[in-house]
Every structure is written in C-alpha cells, then in structure tokens.
C-alpha cells in the first residue's frame, strides 16, 4: 500500500498551491497532511479523523482546507494566502488497517 503526494512548489507569500495524495488502496482511515520545516518537528496540519471529524493546526485555519474524492482515494489540501512560515516538506499520512503509512513528501517554499 502507497501513497503518493504531488503538487507542491515555489510560490509567492499570499498565493495558493493544491496538494494531492493519491492511495494504492481505498480504506485509508484516518488520513491526511503533516508537515515538518527545517529544524523542525513534523507537525499535524489537517486529517479527516475515523470518526469523519477534521482537525487543523491553529496556524492554517481559515487559510487551508480539506477534501477528498468520492472514492476517498485522494486526500486534498487547499492552501491559500501562504505564508513564508508554511515553507516545509509535507507529507500524506494514512492508517491501513494497524498500518501506518508515509508518503514521500512534497517540499513547498513560500518565499519572494
């Protein structure tokens, strides 16, 4: 089982970027998005939890959001007025059964 982040980039402080996480397999539950900046631990940003709730890291409600495809093989992270300080690697998480599963990592700069 896989999962595979795309998407990320170098984009201007207030642009946006999309994230994609695309799984192997259906029935990745929870899933969703951490990130960790250089010198720095990873750090949750957004997951759909078991329970169908979703977290978000104080520092990017309001700015970023959440989704999936009705398959709920793609997990989405819609990341709008970016800061400099969302500059990290990010990366997809999912549980599979007792499995917990990493993907590769996306890097995203924030910078003019």
């Known amino acids: 089982v896989r999962l595979v982040e795309s998407g990320g980039g170098l984009v201007q402080p207030g642009g946006s970027l999309r994230l994609s996480c695309a799984a192997s397999?259906?029935?990745?539950?929870?899933m969703g998005w951490y990130r960790q900046a250089p010198g720095k631990e990873r750090e949750l940003v957004a997951i759909?939890?078991?329970?169908?709730?979703?977290n978000y890291a104080d520092s990017v409600k309001d700015r970023f959001t959440i989704s999936k495809n009705k398959a709920a093989t793609t997990v989405y992270l819609q990341m709008n007025n970016l800061k400099p300080e969302d500059t990290a690697v990010y990366y997809c998480?999912?549980?599979?059964?007792?499995?917990?599963?990493w993907g590769q990592g996306t890097q995203v700069t924030v910078s003019s």
């Open positions: 397999r259906s029935s990745f539950n929870p």
């Open positions: 998480l999912g549980l599979y059964g007792s499995q917990t599963v």
């Open positions: 759909f939890n078991r329970d169908r709730t979703i």
